[in-house]
């Protein structure tokens, strides 16, 4: 059986739109993470998602290198481990990011963590 589309979360209650902050992990998964943030970047509604934070946890398979360069370019947010911190460590690094951010005026309504094999296929 189908179940219901679920559509993104609506909280109207406020003067602005519910903004979503991404955090993922990663170690040693540079194909897969270059595909999510292409879905996620080019596939969700523009606007939606206000932060992606990419944890990597010191891959050596070029993963840190594509990372960095997004980063520079402004198109995520990089926290790069020197040493493999682990799945949990690395979302709690990544939620604290955006906690930090919240702090500084920047706040995100919702956090999406997920993972690098995920793939972003539609806009809902």
């Known amino acids: 059986m189908d179940e219901p589309m679920v559509p993104w979360p609506n909280l109207d209650c406020c003067d602005r739109p519910t903004s979503v902050g991404v955090v993922v992990v990663n170690w040693n998964t540079r194909e897969l993470l270059g595909r999510l943030l ?15 934070v990419v944890v990597d946890n010191a891959s050596d398979d070029g993963s840190t290198e594509l990372a960095r360069s997004l980063a520079d370019a402004g198109v995520i947010r990089l926290i790069a481990n020197n040493r493999q911190r682990y799945h949990g460590s690395g979302l709690t690094q990544g939620v604290n990011l955006l906690a930090e951010l919240a702090r500084d005026g920047d706040p995100v309504g919702l956090v999406w963590t997920l993972d690098t094999d995920i793939l972003i296929l539609r806009s809902d």
């Open 38 to 52: 292409f879905g996620l970047k080019r596939v969700v509604e523009p606007g939606t998602i206000t932060e992606i």
